[in-house]
C-alpha cells in the first residue's frame, strides 16, 4: 500500500487529553497571553466569564502537542506516513471557555486528501479537528491543512 492509500478519508483519530488546571493555565498565558482572565483568579471572577478560563491559543497549542506526539508514535510503530508542515488553516472556533479543572480530549477526522499539483511526491491532508470536555461539549474546532510526503 503506498503512503498515499495509507491516508484514509473519514478516519478518525484521539490524540489524547490534557488537564487544564489553574497553575498550567496560568503559568501558560503568563508567557503567551497575559489576559487578566488567564492569569488572575480574582479578577477572571469578575469578568465576563466568572472564573478563571484557559487561553484560546493555550487550547490549540496543546492540541497541536498532542497531535505531533500521536502521529511520532506511529512513525516509531512503523507507519509510512511522514508528516511535513502546515499550509495553514481555517475556521477556527473557540466554541466554549476552558475553564479550570476541565479535561479535554483532542480528535481529528481526515476530511480530505489530494496531490499536490505543484510539488510532486506530496499531498495535502484536510483534517478536522476538536476539542471535547469532560461533559461532552465542544470547546475548539478547525480546519487544517498538512502537507505529507508520499512520492
Known amino acids: 500500500m503506498s503512503a498515499y492509500d495509507a491516508i484514509v478519508v473519514g478516519e478518525t483519530a484521539e490524540f ?26 480574582e479578577a477572571a471572577a469578575k469578568s465576563i466569564y466568572g472564573r478563571l478560563i484557559a487561553s484560546g491559543w493555550h487550547t490549540c497549542a496543546v492540541m497541536m502537542r498532542l497531535q505531533v506526539d500521536y502521529f511520532a508514535a506511529r512513525v516509531r510503530a512503523g507507519s509510512s ?14 466554541l466554549r471557555p476552558v475553564n479550570a479543572g476541565d479535561r479535554i480530549t483532542f480528535s481529528g477526522r481526515v ?13 495535502i491532508v484536510t483534517t478536522a479537528f476538536s476539542g471535547v470536555n469532560q461533559a461532552g461539549e465542544a470547546v475548539m474546532s478547525m480546519t487544517a491543512h498538512v502537507f505529507v510526503l508520499v512520492g
Open 16 to 41: 489524547g487529553s490534557y488537564d487544564f488546571t489553574p497553575e498550567r493555565i496560568k503559568a501558560w498565558a503568563v508567557k503567551w497571553d497575559p489576559q487578566r482572565f488567564h492569569v488572575d483568579e
Open 81 to 94: 506516513l511522514r508528516f511535513g508542515p502546515s499550509p495553514g488553516f481555517e475556521d477556527l472556533k473557540w
Open 111 to 123: 476530511v480530505d486528501k489530494r496531490l499536490s499539483q505543484s510539488r510532486p511526491g506530496i499531498a
